[in-house]
């Protein structure tokens, strides 16, 4: 069964940095698409990033964190990163990532992680 941990939220001030992973278990992520999303109380969750199967290697970002954040993954530890750079107030959410295992970013993500919480405030 696969399972995904995130971990690297914290708080941190307007414009600082936070480094996000995406740590799985039970299956490599190779073949699949990683999907970094966030949701803050009564709002819906919105979609951040989002990476392709190494196959294709296709990148995604929402316009709210294009040229600031960067997803990538780290095969040697079954891992997908997000750097977060130039963070803003509004980039305050949970955190979760999501493994669509048609490798595609088409939507249909079936494992989540638990969640990590960032706060950017001074």
């Known amino acids: 069964q696969l399972q995904l941990v995130e971990s690297g939220g914290g708080l941190v001030q307007p414009g600082g940095s936070l480094r996000l992973s995406c740590a799985a278990s039970?299956?490599?992520?190779?073949?699949?698409?990683i999907g970094w999303f966030r949701q803050v109380p009564r709002k819906e969750r919105e979609g951040v990033s989002c990476?392709?199967?190494?196959?294709?290697?296709?990148?995604f970002y929402s316009d709210s964190v294009k040229g600031r954040f960067t997803i990538s993954r780290d095969n040697a530890k079954n891992t997908v990163i997000l750097q977060m750079n130039s963070l803003k107030p509004e980039d305050t959410a949970v955190y979760y990532c999501?493994?669509?295992?048609?490798?595609?970013?088409?939507?249909?993500?079936?494992?989540w992680g638990q969640g990590t919480q960032v706060t950017v405030s001074s």
């Open positions: 999501a493994v669509d295992t048609s490798g595609m970013c088409a939507g249909e993500y079936e494992y």
């Open positions: 039970g299956h490599t992520l190779d073949y699949y698409a």
């Open positions: 990476i392709t199967s190494d196959g294709t290697g296709n990148i």
